[in-house]
């Protein structure tokens, strides 16, 4: 029996996308883009920074990292915890031995906790873009729109004086959003948001508020999502992450520069076992034709080209 035709029936029905979230375009359509000194790959290291809960409430879910044992489920938590004490000053001592210009998702409660931590990458001068409140602190579809305008506001104005610096990108704990995050986020000065994983360059995202920005921070390539949920080893990590550098770099010289893009957690290849995996990715990389940058710069070169 064929479908009523009310089933077909759609007011954002149009070519391309059935929303008017952004436009739709094919990314071999789009102009060229080139690095700074004619570089082919910019390279977008993103560290998250993170505090998981002990209390977890895992409202409307649980997230990917959290706590899974019955409270206190100090072993996880601990585990987390390893990453913003040790693991991540593994993270810098690599990072300054081949050239990397990391930017840093923080969560605005880790920063509060931690200010030895903070203090740490503001003395690096290095970028951060804001990951939340926390990582127990989600934004979903169904949430009371008042109660997540006081968690945007919250996390972003904390997180700025905090660090002394204009937060301008966002990070979305779980990557989850609700419906309104978008326009919360460009009504407290958001310039970017790296939720959505459905591109491999910038785009323009639309809201009521303004325009943002869409940073491609691959999900394929994220270190927890290829050992923690892929149970991917160390050297298959590694060698993802090589093969995208190779693919993209041979993308970019028939279509205009890539960008490959690493999101990184302190608490998983922070690990004196998986340290060396991260190396090997970071020697390798930085030995090609690699523009290494922190996202604002890496935005605005992109833009700086592409927007009339």
Known sequence: MALDKSYLEYSHRSHGMDHNRYDWSMLTDRPKVTWPDGKKLALWVNVPLQFFPLDQKGEPFKIQGGMTMPYPDLRHFSLRDYGNRVGIFRFLKAFDKYGVTPTFAMNTELAKRNPYLLNTIKERGSEIMCHGMHMDALH????????????????????RELTGQNITGWLSPGRNESENTPELLAANGIEYFCDWVNDDMPYTFKTQQGNLWAMPLSNELDDAFIMLNNLHSEDSYAEQMIDACDFLLKEANESGGRILSLNIHPWMLGQPHRIGALERVLEYVMSQDVYSASASDILKTFTSQTTP
């Open 140 to 159: 979903y579809g169904g949430q009371d729109k008042q109660t997540e305008t006081q968690l945007v506001q919250d996390s972003l104005s904390q997180l």
